[in-house]
Nanobody, 125 residues
Framework: VQLVESGGGLVQPGESLRLSCAAS????????IGWFRQAPGKEREAVSC????????FYIDAVKGRFNVSRDSAQNTVNLQMDDLVLADTAVYFC???????????????????WGQGTQVVVSS
């Protein structure tokens, strides 16, 4: 099983990025998908969780209205569209597969089995 994130980069505040999480060795349609981020000097935090049952996505307050998760079943990929980026969004972003979100953006990292290596997002003016 392998998860590979891509799409990170350097952008200015207010700009957008689209991250992708591509999977091999498993079908993402059968898993909940979590996006996480780790800013320099900080612990890794949850950003969103997309339920595998009803496909609903739960977001942390800091990204609500700016970030949007979508699934591309044909490509076995999950995308994280990030709009109106702010300095505080600077971090390494990870995707992970889990069992259930519990209708919460952060059900707990221990519930996620497979993790990608991360992709760097830098928001800087």
């Amino acid at each position: 099983v392998q998860l590979v994130e891509s799409g990170g980069g350097l952008v200015q505040p207010g700009e957008s990025l689209r991250l992708s999480c591509a999977a091999s060795g498993l079908n993402l349609d059968f898993y909940s998908i979590g996006w996480f981020r780790q800013a320099p000097g900080k612990e890794r935090e949850a950003v969103s969780c997309t339920s595998y049952t009803d496909r609903e996505t739960f977001y942390i307050d800091a990204v609500k209205g700016r970030f949007n998760v979508s699934r591309d079943s044909a490509q076995n990929t999950v995308n994280l569209q990030m709009d109106d980026l702010v300095l505080a969004d600077t971090a390494v972003y990870f995707c992970a597969t889990g069992s259930d979100c519990g209708r919460h953006p952060d059900p707990g990292q221990k519930y996620f089995s497979y993790w990608g290596q991360g992709t760097q997002v830098v928001v800087s003016s």
